[in-house]
Every structure is written in C-alpha cells, then in structure tokens.
C-alpha cells in the first residue's frame, strides 16, 4: 500500500521483532535497508517522470495566463523536486549509519531511537526526547 504524501515512503509490512531479538538486529538492519533502498528508487523514478513532464509539456503559450499557470505547475515540481533532493540526501545517510553500525541510535545523546519511530520515519537520527528538545528551541530562536 503506497503512501499518498509524495515523499512519504511506500509502507511496507511493518516489522515485528522476535521477543528475544535485540534492538537493530540483522533483520531490522536487512529490514530498514529494503525500505530506504525501495524508497529511494521511487524518488529516483519520480525525478525521470518530472524531467519527461516538464520537456514534453514546455509549449510557448500564447496566453499570458496559460504561460503563468505552466509556470506556477513547474515551479511547484521543481520545489517538490528540490524537497525529495534532500530526502535522498538523507536516505542515502541512513544506509551510511547502517554500514557504520550507528543506524538507530540517537546522534545527541546515543539512546535507542526505538523500531516504531524508525518504521515510521527510518531517516530519524533523534530519539524522540532530543528531536524535541530540538524543536523547542528552534522555536526560541
């Protein structure tokens, strides 16, 4: 079952844990692997159909209003584009921490990310507590 949000990975079938297995074990690190590689193919896939939309429906409209909404419809796929580039950035940092071994574990405080957060956003480098902490004072600033 695909995702609607555009940049919302595909969900594949959620990952449960055998009740003795430990926190990012082969498995889950197979698990998450999968899906960030699936994840990046489908934005892969939708930059190819972006640039081919955008080349095949380039037309000099006569009409100024015709010329001004094209413009606005590309100007809104390159934005999304530009958004799914720095998706891709840091999916392609996740499957460096699962390499490294540093995959799950908070970049703050070092703490156990937890499976559910990182099944529901597996390029989460923040426990929960941090990320937080994190937006409280991005909010101060």
């Not at 380039?58 to 934005?79: C, G, I, M, W, Y």
Request: glycine share 4%.
């Amino acid at each position: 079952m695909a995702s609607t949000h555009p940049l919302a990975p595909a969900a594949p079938t959620p990952y449960r844990p055998a009740e003795d297995e430990a926190y990012m074990s082969d498995a889950q690190l197979a698990y998450f692997r999968k899906a960030l590689l699936d994840w990046k193919q489908d934005l892969l896939t939708e930059v190819g159909r972006t640039v081919n939309h955008m080349q095949d429906e380039s037309t000099a409209f006569p009409d100024p209003n015709d010329r001004a909404t094209q413009e606005e419809e590309f100007s809104l796929e390159l934005r999304t584009r530009d958004r799914e580039r720095k998706l891709l950035k840091k999916i392609n940092e996740s499957l460096a921490q699962i390499d490294s071994g540093d995959y799950g574990y908070c970049e703050a405080c070092g703490v156990e990310i937890g499976l559910l957060r990182m099944q529901a956003r597996p390029t989460a480098t923040l426990c929960i507590d941090c990320k937080m902490l994190e937006e409280i004072r991005e909010k101060q600033g």
